[in-house]
């Protein structure tokens, strides 16, 4: 691990980079928090758990010089890809990134569309994954520890969402993300409110949209674009 030098002048707390790391497992929160904290331009301020906890934090905190440093291990409802989304809805101009071990190239897209401005990996040499925080924060794109092989797969995976999302409506994403949980059409229009004729329905459209002809059909082409996360049904 780098160590800080003693004879560089303290960077000031406006200057100084600050890290929000939110990731599920307490171990690995605190080996980030060690990394970065040993560095003297850039400090963790805070650690979170869950997403609630996440968005918490960053709303602690001015987004000026501040990156939330998202664990995509984040699972449940409210998910990393959720958290995402919804502090890029709430912060246009935070800085986020992804940060996983051993992520597949579909959950790095994923992260990258709903609104991470990169990705790191966890395995990454800790001076590249120090360096990868510090251009992220100057407004660079950012893909630290992984191949450079994945680039054209994510880029044809942003494309295959981007189009599948435009097909789909926001009723039929949530209908395709609960069925996703392997709930049958009566427990998914329960969990949703309403008939289940209606679910039946909108699961009919989704086929037709997709060009699929079965629910597991449907599912695995919406998870290969990072549309939904794949649970029991798959």
Not at 89 to 102: D, F, V
Not at 185 to 211: C, D, M
């Amino acid at each position: 691990m780098p160590s800080r030098s003693t004879s560089s002048r303290p960077v000031s707390i406006t200057k100084r980079l600050n890290v929000v790391v939110i990731d599920p497992l307490h171990v690995v929160r605190a080996g980030i928090a060690l990394l970065i904290d040993d560095q003297p331009d850039m400090a963790v301020v805070a650690q979170a758990a869950s997403a609630e906890e996440g968005i918490e934090a960053v709303a602690g905190y001015p987004r000026r010089r501040l990156i939330a440093l998202v664990g995509l291990g984040l699972e449940g409802e409210h998910d990393a890809y959720w958290l995402i989304r919804t502090l890029r809805e709430r912060y246009p101009t935070l800085c986020i990134l992804g940060c996983g071990a051993n992520a597949e190239t579909v959950s790095v897209s994923r992260a990258l569309f709903v609104g991470a401005d990169g990705f790191v990996d966890k395995n990454a040499a800790p001076l590249e994954f120090l360096q990868a925080l510090r251009e992220a924060a100057t407004g660079e794109m950012v893909l630290a520890g992984a191949p450079t092989t994945w680039i054209p797969e994510i880029a044809n995976d942003i494309e295959r969402r981007r189009d599948a999302d435009a097909v789909l409506t926001a009723r039929e994403l949530q209908v395709l993300a609960v069925a996703a949980e392997g709930l049958t059409s009566r427990q998914i229009a329960n969990r949703l409110g309403v008939q289940e004729r209606t679910i039946t329905t909108h699961l009919g459209r989704i086929y037709g949209k997709l060009g699929v002809g079965s629910r597991v059909a449907a599912i695995r082409s919406a998870a290969r674009s990072g549309l939904v996360s794949v649970g029991a049904a798959e």
